[in-house]
């Protein structure tokens, strides 16, 4: 099956004045997206803005898929004002996903702001079973929250102002929740969102000799291992987050200021 194909958007809503989400119906055969996995949209034919863009694969539908998305740019600011029944080129799935947790651990899933679109399947494919953590600066960037809290099961929101769940950062919950994870049986985590969250959540687990997961948010140029645009450091040398990520074992990751 080719990763190459076409999708009409049904359907694209603003979330606040900064994010969107779009559903689009592929017209031709799709590989099943795996949690994790991202999507390479061509926004326009032209060659302005020439490059895709890559997006996390929020869901898959009946008729396609998903795409929750900041705008923050000239290709995303395109993408919003796309309407109901333009066509766009889509490459993927691409990129590995996330492992998912064996009989024995116990999943804690832990988001920031819209990196609640690259781990909602992985939600959903736990199915309640797992600790979701979700925080952002305002409520207002907490998107989604109604389906969240019906696939969830133990949702936890939080945010820096206090305006929606508790107040704080997904690190502060985390943190509070130490003595019922010492508890339960071995704990895995799974994250994604800004750099700094997620490296303060790959932090927090190395403390605790966690194992955790972490989607990584770089810039992509092509999105298919062929520009190095995407390299990050690692303890097994530099990795392209767009074909040996976006999803990486936190311990192998090499932070611009590690300490170690
Ligand atoms: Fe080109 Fe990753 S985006 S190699």
Redesign the pocket.
Known sequence: MSRYFRARITENLPLNSSHNIISLANLEDMEEPLPGQFFMVQINQGYDPLLKRPFSIYRKTAEGFELLFRIKGKGTALLKGMKEGAVIDVIGPLGNSYPLPSESQFPVIIAGGIGIASVHPLVERLSGKAYVIYGAKIGDELFMREDLEKIAGNLLLCTDDGSCGQKGTVIDVITGLRSRLREMREVIIYSCGPAAMVREVTMFAAEHAIKAYVSLEEH????????????VKTRKGYR????EGPVFDAADIIWREDPR
Do not use: D, S, W, Y
């Not at 992509?220 to 390299?231: D, P, T, W």
């Open positions: 992509m140029a092509c999105g298919i291992g062929a520009c190095l645009g995407c390299v392209r987050v767009c074909r």
